[in-house]
């Protein structure tokens, strides 16, 4: 697609009525908008998770269960892929892009798998997240991951369609920052984890936004949905997590898995 321009089809005499309704897509900026949050989103994964993963060593970090590591491993590797492949299309090497990316959409599955299973984990052994009890602590990588799962499906689904690919592909990332973010030291600044958290993924989701206007002068019908989605799950989480209702679906699953 060479540019978002949209021509509302005319008969011929009214041909000179015609005008752009989205203006031509600058690719110089748009390579840049996407390789600069790929560079973001890798150092706040970086930050959040240094102390306990990074920079303790890793395969040799001291984490709680077992499943933790290969949980760490894959979603690092998925990071780093997303930041290859923005690379790749900086580079303009969309060829090796699309070779990549059908490896790359192998990792989706094997990470919500992962992602449910070291949640449900940390549920049967009481991890807490902050002030936050087990149950409610479960809502974060739980909710996080199902809405992971729902907008990296629908960026498989257009993944001939480059536009609305590589937005979803970017606010399903963004999704995934909520756990580093909510691990960055806010107190030093006078703000909750949790408000320090809901604060910072608002600004990300809001950069594709602003890009979005600034670049289309428009939302893309991508952002329109996915941008919310992923904010309101980030944000609404923890409130989810508090109900009664949440607490009744934590213990079913922690007798259904474990005591079954």
């Known amino acids: 697609m060479a540019t978002d321009a949209v021509v509302t089809p005319r008969a011929k005499t009214q041909k000179t009525r015609q005008t752009p309704l989205y203006r031509p897509v600058n690719r110089t900026l748009e390579r840049f908008f996407f390789g600069?949050?790929?560079?973001?989103?890798?150092?706040?994964?970086?930050?959040?998770?240094?102390?306990?993963?990074?920079?303790?060593?890793?395969?040799?970090?001291?984490?709680?269960?077992?499943i933790l590591h290969v949980h760490g491993a894959v979603f690092t590797l998925w990071m780093l892929l997303f930041l290859t492949q923005s690379a790749l299309i900086s580079a303009r090497r969309v060829a090796w892009h699309r070779?990549?990316?059908t490896i790359?959409?192998?990792?989706?599955?094997?990470?919500?798998?992962?992602?449910?299973?070291?949640?449900?984990?940390?549920?049967?052994?009481?991890?807490?997240?902050?002030?936050?009890?087990?149950?409610?602590?479960?809502?974060?990588p739980l909710l996080?991951?199902?809405?992971?799962?729902?907008?990296?499906?629908?960026?498989?689904?257009?993944?001939?369609?480059?536009?609305?690919?590589?937005?979803?592909?970017?606010?399903a990332t963004i999704g995934l920052t909520?756990?580093?973010?909510g691990r960055f030291p806010w107190s030093r600044v006078g703000m909750t984890p949790g408000s320090g958290a809901v604060l910072s993924l608002g600004i990300l989701v809001a950069l594709v936004v602003a890009y979005d206007l600034?670049?289309?002068?428009?939302?893309?019908?991508?952002?329109a949905w996915a941008a919310p989605l992923t904010f309101i799950v980030g944000a609404a989480s923890v409130p989810i997590g508090m109900t009664p209702a949440w607490h009744h679906l934590a213990r079913f699953l922690d007798h259904a898995i474990y005591r079954g």
Do not use: E, N
Request: charged share 10%; proline share 7%.
């Open 36 to 66: 600069f949050i790929a560079i973001l989103l890798c150092v706040v994964v970086f930050i959040g998770f240094s102390p306990t993963y990074f920079r303790a060593g890793l395969i040799h970090a001291p984490l709680a269960s077992p």
């Open 99 to 101: 070779t990549l990316g």
């Open 104 to 140: 790359a959409f192998c990792l989706p599955p094997i990470m919500v798998v992962l992602g449910t299973i070291a949640a449900i984990d940390a549920l049967h052994r009481k991890a807490q997240i902050g002030p936050l009890d087990p149950a409610t602590s479960l809502s974060i």
């Open 144 to 171: 996080g991951i199902i809405c992971f799962a729902v907008v990296i499906f629908a960026s498989w689904q257009t993944r001939r369609r480059p536009d609305a690919h590589k937005r979803l592909v970017l606010l």
């Open 178 to 181: 909520d756990a580093a973010l």
């Open 214 to 223: 600034f670049s289309l002068h428009r939302v893309h019908r991508s952002t």
